[in-house]
């Protein structure tokens, strides 16, 4: 009992000092325990016990944890002095994810290639597209467009002439169609080329008619002013005639050195309008637009309260520019109206519209060596727009040409002081390009009768076409 008892102080004693500061030592010092305060001490002591090695145990795991962190800012440490080693597992982590599979490297090597392979074409077809002063006859940057053309079924080509030879309104959409006819019975001759898209959604058409290998270019343009559109037709019939000929084997040396541009409707636009009224406008922003120009010339006194009165005597394209003042040719001090008219509006700067550039860069791109220009009217030959010398000799004599067939009065531009700003201003003074504009027809009072003067126009004008292409197939 004593040694138990002994043990037991012991024991006590050492679980005190395990209980710390909590326990009030001495208190129980010499007492004497009974059997269940000895049972409940035991149980004390074995909680105790437990609870030390617990300790023990999370003291080591802390010292174990500290350790490995310590262990492994070293090496970490160690290996941050090479930038690669660093930067290897950075991006070798996820690389990993991904690399490892020879398919993550298929599927990698497209997002490369692709827009390798898109870039190449677009290189490769730029210069081609691009515009080149050198004539290439293989591939020119001539595109035919009357494939897209679609007629209904009923539509046929006649089978004799296609253009009407008595006067009608010649309209775009007939215009388009007896150019589709022509391009099927005449396609050894000629080719059709859009210029351009015009605002209101129409194609400035030329009608090449040339070998591609010619070494020149001409071009013949009609109706930049929208109200003279008998020159349409007269256009047209010009252009069947000349084909007709060509077919039947004449002017083969001018068709082999001589590409004529044809643009029978330089002004599709403002030709509908003048023709159709508000009516044919397609974009409801330009129609809007055209009815405020409507309104302000009505105040300016040069209106008609009448819109197809009003529109019959249209003359600009539909956003109110008249493009024969609208070339970059002493454009800055060419008058008019101060804003978009039906009318003698210049424009709000040179060059602006779409028809202009279509025909300026038509020049520029080809080797273009002669233009002549149609408009109404006056029974005359505009030349002599201020050159001098050789220009001067070869624009008369082209004037010339073109008096003696159609029996036209000669005038000199700078004498009648017309306008600057004008398309054939621009191509002889600017592009150094002979050029003249021939003036059809005598109206005078509007509105202009242009079935009365048809025969006679269509008449006079019959040769000039193949006349004049030989002119400067000898030049
Ligand atoms: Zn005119």
Redesign the pocket.
Known sequence: MADDRYRYLEELEQSEKLDGENTKSGTRKGKKLTAEQKRKLRQKKKRKRMLAMVGRIALLLLIAAVFLVLIHTVMTRLGGTGSSASGSPASGSPASTVLPVESSKESNAPATETPAQAETPAVTETPAVAPTAEPVPEESNMVKTYGKWQYSTDAYAPEGDIVPTTYQMYTYDRMRQDIYFLMHRYSDYCEVVSLATTADGRDIVDVVVGSRNAKKDVIIQYTI?AR?YINVQLGMWQLESYLKALKAGEYADIWSDLRLHIIPMMNPDGVTLSQLGFDSVQNPEILANLKTIWGRDNEAGKGDPDPAGYCSRWKANMLGVDL?RNFDVGWETTGGSSGPSCTRYKGPSAASEIETQALVNLAKNTNCIGQIAY??SGDLVYWDYGTEGAMYETDSALADTAVGLTGYKKTSTIASDQNLGGCSDYFILVLGIPSITIETGDWYDWPWDYASEWDDVRDRNSGVVPALASFFHTL
Do not use: L
């Open positions: 002013h003279e024969n408009h109404s």
